[in-house]
Each structure stands twice: as structure tokens, then as C-alpha cells.
């Protein structure tokens, strides 16, 4: 997809998971959210956004992951974030309150 | 009868908007012209006042309706009348001769005007039309009107009706055939490009010699009238009618006025032999001057338009390629913190041709620049082209495998593909500018030259054929790391071969110049200068400048353009600034997205309509690292709310922010304690 991050999905035990891989910022936002959308199957009660190869994301990605949530919320679906903790983006997160509204976990496997 | 009336009414006569004052002054000195040609043509009767062989005033009244508009008629009738009176008959017989004097060249004008007739006589059917129509078959009138008044007053016999007619029709055919073109032509002096001094001594000569010649042939018992002819031709052919005209009423009026004294090849002969001799001399005369001036006109006008038609074409597919190789060329180099780049293109002049000379800069998403110059072989669009297509090529193979090795062997595989139809040269490097190290391998390509600790040395390592030469070529590859202060120097042959000068002087003193302790664009300027000389190009030249700079200290200033697709080239400068600079991690990531979030804005909101510059500037001082971002731009919404979430990140992320809009644009200023010293 873009040359700044590239998105692949896998299902990890039963709950589909999409690893973004790279950088989020204005130019690719939308891009990355198309494709995120497209890899996700309709029927899961939870999906993942696994952000822990993600090295940087300014606020145009904070809105689209708000947006992703609210689009899945309309379908029953609850989006989870992975973020390490001390990550770069962790605080970027926190500073716009998007961990109150979206449930963000360390590892993969809290989730 | 619609497309003529229109066509006429689209065409008005060139007499009627003149001036009443203006237009009895045109009569009465066409009226005196008239008179004054009829006394000279009296002067070179035959016979008394009989027999006239050469009647300038019908050449004079074509002349004056065509110029002036035929409603010259009244002073063309009334001159005629005047000339005829005292040697006609009786007045009646003087009006009708003067009412076919008058109608014959109005009927000649009307003809002419009706065939499209150009009074320039710089085509072939303007001299058939003045002499078929404007000469012979108009004065048919005039002839047989004078004859047939002369037969009815008693004046001749009818016997010698058929005689008299011929000779009055071909002494009014000629004074139009000799002196219409003549005074046709004399507009033409300010009308057309005015002779050079040259060209005006030649004409003079020519009408010297046109003199002396037919001076000379008329009086001689020798029949050498002819003699006359190459002279003609000589004035039709180097001046057209300009002198052709003029030289033509000079040999007619010579041969006439022989004949009239009956001196030279007219001495021995009859009257009728003797009018036979002078109008075949001079009809002669005439249509060799006038066709031979018409065709030689023709010709320098397709000579002209056809040469017109090459330059162009020649401009035209230059001025094509040239924006094509433009076009190809890099828009702006990428900006790269502690990297200085610059480089040139300059087109060859010496000819119109372009080569297939390219440079190139690609940014790798890891922070690497893959810099390439090459050359394809040959000029013009096809090397243009081609240059294109490996241009593109070369960042696909980047993209997909940096290694020179791998970037060379995919290039070799395509060229054998593509409609090249000679070999090209290519230096590929793969420079990394965290570390400075550099790996390339050269196919074929002048070996750049790197300038350090005051030396310059010539990287001839790694270097293979040029692509497109052999098949399966191994490529090798070399690497070096790059100091910080060092250079390099990358460029196309057209920097270093002069005509006149080796090839090795010219490395020699590229070597020697590159020495120079000045900025990487100034260093451009200096190689160009110097090495090119003040002789124009004789090939094509692509120059590249790469220059490492040590970044500790120096702040950092960037301008890019405002487009979200920059914010990741801005945002890897300002990494690598901080982290040459010492910032701690933690302080490093804040400030890196405070940054982004700033230019974000300027990219969203200042340039609605037209696009824009960002600009960025970042120093350190007393442990704090101060950013400013600015743009020129009005934006849409005010500051306090497009800022949104980026502001509220600038402001979570930095210790200050201000925000400052004026009529000149935005500026967002952010300050940020940090930990400096360590090295990230």
C-alpha cells in the first residue's frame, strides 16, 4: 500500500488481528484506515490493531483510529489497540484521550 | 453576381476615400504625367508623328488606375484629348481617339483587378496577366478606335488600315509592358525591405551597364541587340522587379530611340522591318524581365518559408527535448540534515541537439539516498527518452533492492528490452548519511571524484562496461565512508571534454578545481565556469555535488514544500538533528511530533488555493531546543480551532507554544527543555 506503513492481518485465535507496520501521519491516514477496514471480517465481536511496530503517529492517525472505532461500533464490534508501553506513540495516545475510549493493552496477548 | 458585389464592396476602389482636394490634385498629375509621356512618345515617332513604336501614356494611365483607383479616368481623358487635338483632324475624331486612349487601360485595370493581379509582379501569373490582358488585349480597344477614326476622317487609306492598326496596337501594348512595371515597382522601395548599400551600388552598376550595353548594340551596325538580354537577366535575377523594371525601360527606350534616328541595326532597313526588329527587341525585353523577375521572386519565397519551416522544426523538436530532459530531471533535491546537495543540468548550445545526460537523488524510506548520474548515448528526442525511461527504472530498482550490484544487474536485464539504440554510461551510489558510508558501482561512467583532507582522488574502483555493450556482465562494487567536510563530485563528460583540450587535462583540472574551499552550489558554479570555458557547450552537462557537513552545533533550517507527502522527509531531517544534536529519546520522540503536528497544520490550513513553502527551524541553546515553524499562507479557519488535536498535542508534547498569524502567514514558535550531551 503506501511506501510509509504497510498494514497485514492475521487471526489469532479466532479474534482477527492487523499489524500496522511503519509511520501514520497526515498523507497516509486515510489510506491506512481503507486498508485496516478491508481486512477486517464483518462477524467478530472484537478485532485488534496491533500498533506495536508503529513509529509514529500524529493526530491526523489518532482521528482515524477514533473514526475505525466508531465505524466498528455501528456493526457491535469493539476495537482494541496494542501499544507497548514506553512506545513513542504511547503518549501521543494518552494526550488525546483516545486510551479512554478505546481500550489499548501492551502485548498482544493481554488483549 | 452576390460573392462579386460583396467581393467589390470588400475591396473599394483606392481612390474613393481620398480627400476632394486631395483627389483633384491626383487628376491634374495624372493628367500632366499623361501629357508629358504622350510628348515623349511623340519624340520617338518613326515617322513624323505618325508612327509611334513605344506609347508610354497608356503605361502611365494602367499605372495610375491601378494605384490611384480608375476614377483617374477624367485626367487620362482629358490629357488624351489635349495630346490628340493638334494632331488629329478634327476635334471629333481627337475625342474618339481620346476615348479609346482612355478606355483601353481602364478596361487593362479592370481586368487586372478582376484576375487578382498583384502589382508587386512577384508571381508568374501577374506577368502573363500585364502582358496578355493588361498589354496586348486591352489596347486592342484603344488601337481600333484611333485606326478606325483615322480610316473614317480620311486620314488613311483602307488599304493601309491594317497597318496603321498594328502598328498603333503594339506601340500601346509596349508603353504599358514598358513603363507600368516600371513605375509599379517604384512603390516597392518603401514597401519591401530596403536595400543594403550593396545591393544599391549593384543596381546602379546594373543600370549603367544596361545603358552603355544597349546604347552601345543600338548604334552598332553589328545586329548585337541581344547582348541586352543577359544584362536583364542579371537584374531580374539578383533584384527582381525592383531592378529588373527600370533596366527594361532603359534598353526599350534606347532601342526605340535608335530606331527613331534609324541608326545602328534599324539604319538599313524598312519601316516595316524596322518596327518588326524594335517590338520583337522589345517584347523580348519585357517578358524576359518580367517572368524571369516573377519566377526568381517565387523561388526566394518557398526558399524562405521552407527554410522558415526547418528552423522551426529544428526549434520546435529542441525546445521539445530540452523540456522533456527538464521534466525528467529532479524538481527540487531532497533535504537532508548534515547532507549538502546541489547539482546542474546544462543543455549543449553549440548545436540545437540535447542529450540523454541525467542526474538523480532518490530517498529511500530508511533514510538512505540513492544519488545516480548517467549518460545514453546520442542526442536528440531518442536519447531524451530513453534517458527517461532509465531514469525511472533506476528508482524502481532502488526502491526494490538498494544494493548497487542489484540496482546495476536489473538496469543491464531492462536496456537489452528497451528501444535504445546505443549503449549508456551510469554511476550509481548508495550513500547513507548517518554513517557516511557510501557503496557504488560505475557501468562504464567518468569516475566521480571525492575531495578530502585538501586532496582530490578519482573512484575508479568498481567500474564495468556501459550498459547495453555486453550481456552478463558481473558487477563489482567498492565503498568508502565519507568524513564529515568531504566531497564528492559526480558529472558527465561534457564537464571534462573540450575540443582542443585531452580528455586527461580536463580530469586534471576538474581534480585541481574541485579543491575549491566554497559551498557545494557556489562549487557547481565554479566547475561549470571554469571548466567550460566561455566557448558554448559542446555536449551536455549533468553535475551532481554531495557534501557531508558536520551537524553538532548548527541549527537546523529546512524549506519544504507544503504537501503532506513532505512531512516524513521533514520529520527524518529533524530526527537526525536531534538525535547529531544529543537529545535524550524521551525528548527526541516529543519534539519530533510536536514538529510534525506543526508542519501538519501548515499543510491543512495555509494554502488553500495556491501552494505553498513550509519552513522550519530548529536550534539548541542552554538545554533548550527552540522550533519555529512558518508558512505564508492565510488560513481557512482561525488558529485557535484548525489547530485541534495538533495543537493540543504541541501543547501536551512542548513546554511552550505560540501561536502568531498575521497578514504574512503563521508562525508557531515551541520551546521544550531537553536533555542534551548524550549521544543517541
Redesign the interface.
Known amino acids: 500500500m503506501t ?2 506503513a504497510t498494514v497485514d492481518a492475521v487471526t489469532l485465535d479466532g479474534t482477527p488481528v492487523v499489524r500496522v507496520s511503519g ?1 501514520i ?3 497516509n491516514a486515510a489510506d491506512v484506515m481503507e486498508a485496516i477496514a478491508a481486512t477486517l471480517p464483518t462477524n467478530a465481536t472484537t478485532v485488534v490493531v496491533d500498533l506495536s511496530d508503529t513509529g ?1 503517529v ?3 492517525g ?2 482515524m483510529l477514533f473514526r475505525l472505532a466508531e465505524r466498528l461500533g455501528h456493526g457491535r464490534q469493539q476495537l482494541h489497540l496494542v501499544v507497548p508501553t514506553g512506545a ?1 506513540i504511547r ?2 495516545l494518552e ?2 484521550n483516545l486510551t479512554s475510549v478505546i481500550p489499548v493493552h501492551d502485548t498482544l496477548r493481554a488483549t | 453576381m452576390m460573392g462579386q458585389a460583396l467581393v467589390r464592396a470588400g475591396s473599394p476602389d483606392p481612390g474613393s476615400r481620398r480627400r476632394p482636394g486631395h483627389q483633384v490634385l491626383a487628376l491634374v498629375l495624372v493628367a500632366a504625367a499623361y501629357y508629358l509621356g504622350a510628348q515623349l512618345g511623340l519624340s520617338l515617332s518613326l515617322v513624323d508623328h505618325n508612327v509611334t513604336p513605344l506609347w508610354p501614356p497608356t503605361g502611365i494611365a494602367v499605372t495610375a488606375f491601378l494605384l490611384l483607383g480608375r476614377n483617374m479616368w477624367p485626367g487620362v481623358a482629358v490629357a488624351a484629348l489635349a495630346v490628340n487635338l493638334p494632331i488629329t483632324a478634327t476635334p471629333l475624331a481627337a475625342a474618339a481617339t481620346a476615348a479609346g486612349n482612355t478606355l483601353a487601360p481602364y478596361v487593362a485595370a479592370l481586368l487586372l483587378e478582376r484576375v487578382g493581379f498583384r502589382r508587386q509582379l512577384d508571381r508568374q501569373r501577374d506577368a502573363l496577366a500585364i502582358v496578355f490582358l493588361g498589354a496586348l488585349a486591352s489596347m486592342l480597344i484603344s488601337a481600333t478606335t484611333g485606326t478606325a477614326t483615322l480610316a473614317v476622317s480620311g486620314a488613311i487609306s483602307s488599304g493601309e488600315l491594317p497597318g496603321a492598326w498594328a502598328v498603333w496596337w503594339t506601340g500601346d501594348a509596349m508603353g504599358v509592358l514598358a513603363v507600368a512595371p516600371f513605375l509599379l515597382c517604384l512603390p516597392l522601395f518603401w514597401e519591401l525591405e530596403p536595400w543594403p548599400t550593396a545591393r544599391w551600388v549593384e543596381a546602379v552598376a546594373l543600370l549603367v551597364l544596361v545603358t552603355a550595353v544597349s546604347a552601345w548594340a543600338a548604334r552598332s551596325e553589328a545586329q548585337v541587340l541581344f547582348l541586352v538580354l543577359p544584362v536583364l537577366g542579371w537584374a531580374a535575377w539578383r533584384l527582381q522587379l525592383r531592378g529588373a523594371a527600370p533596366a527594361a525601360l532603359i534598353a526599350s527606350l534606347v532601342a526605340t530611340s535608335s530606331a527613331t534616328n534609324g541608326s545602328g541595326p534599324f539604319a538599313a532597313e524598312s519601316l516595316a522591318q524596322r518596327m518588326l526588329t524594335l517590338q520583337g527587341f522589345n517584347a523580348c525585353v519585357a517578358v524576359t524581365s518580367f517572368f524571369l523577375a516573377a519566377l526568381v521572386s517565387e523561388r526566394l519565397r518557398t526558399a524562405d518559408a521552407l527554410a522558415a519551416a526547418a528552423t522551426e522544426r529544428v526549434r520546435r523538436e529542441h525546445q521539445i527535448a530540452e523540456t522533456l530532459q527538464r521534466s525528467l530531471l529532479p524538481d527540487r533535491l531532497p533535504q537532508v540534515p548534515g547532507v549538502d546537495l546541489a547539482a546542474r543540468y546544462v543543455p549543449a548550445t553549440a548545436d540545437v541537439e540535447v542529450g540523454g545526460d541525467w542526474y538523480d537523488v532518490i530517498s529511500l524510506p530508511d533514510g538512505r539516498l540513492g544519488l545516480t548520474i548517467g549518460d545514453v548515448a546520442g542526442h536528440g528526442l531518442l536519447a531524451a527518452t530513453s534517458m527517461g525511461q532509465l531514469r525511472m527504472a533506476v528508482r524502481a530498482y532502488v526502491l526494490q533492492d538498494p544494493a548497487p550490484q542489484a540496482v546495476l544487474a536489473g538496469l543491464e536485464r531492462l536496456v537489452t528490452q528497451l528501444p535504445m539504440p546505443e549503449m549508456a554510461t551510469l554511476l550509481y551510489l548508495l550513500f547513507d548519511p548517518d554513517t557516511g558510508s557510501v557503496r557504488y558501482a560505475n557501468a562504464g561512467h567518468l569516475p566521480p571524484v571525492l575531495v578530502a583532507d585538501g586532496q582530490s582522488t578519482f573512484l575508479t574502483d568498481a567500474l564495468v562496461p556501459p550498459l547495453g555493450v555486453t550481456t552478463g556482465t558481473t558487477f563489482l562494487e567498492a565503498s568508502l565512508t565519507l568524513q564529515p567536510g568531504a566531497t564528492l563530485v559526480l558529472y558527465t563528460d561534457g564537464l571534462v571534454e573540450r575540443r582542443r583540450v585531452s580528455l586527461q587535462d580536463g580530469l586534471d583540472r576538474l581534480g585541481r578545481e574541485a579543491l575549491a574551499d566554497v559551498g557545494v552550489d557556489a562549487l557547481c558554479d565554479l566547475l561549470l565556469h571554469t571548466l567550460s570555458g566561455p566557448e558554448p557547450a559542446a555536449d551536455d552537462i549533468a553535475l551532481l555535488v554531495v557534501r557531508m557537513i558536520p551537524l553538532t552545533g548548527t541549527p537546523l533550517a529546512l524549506a519544504l514544500p507544503a504537501e503532506a507527502r513532505n512531512l516524513q522527509e521533514m520529520r527524518r531531517a529533524v530526527h537526525r538533528w536531534l538525535r547529531d544534536s544529543g537529545i535524550a529519546d524521551d525528548d527526541r520522540n516529543d519534539v519530533l511530533i510536536a514538529c510534525g503536528e506543526a508542519c501538519a497544520n501548515a499543510v491543512r490550513h495555509a494554502y488553500p488555493v495556491r501552494p505553498g513553502v513550509m519552513e522550519l527551524e530548529a536550534r539548541l541553546s542552554q538545554e533548550t531546543v527552540s522550533i519555529t515553524v512558518r508558512d505564508h499562507g492565510r488560513w481557512r479557519t482561525p488558529v485557535h480551532r484548525g489547530g485541534g488535536w495538533g495543537l493540543q498535542l504541541m501543547r501536551g508534547l512542548m513546554d511552550s507554544v505560540e501561536l502568531v498569524t498575521t497578514d504574512a502567514g503563521t508562525e508557531v514558535t515551541m520551546l521544550r527543555r531537553v536533555t542534551a550531551g548524550g549521544i543517541g
Open positions: 511506501e510509509l509511520e501521519d497526515l498523507s509514529y500524529d493526530s491526523a489518532i482521528a513513542p503518549r501521543v494526550l488525546t
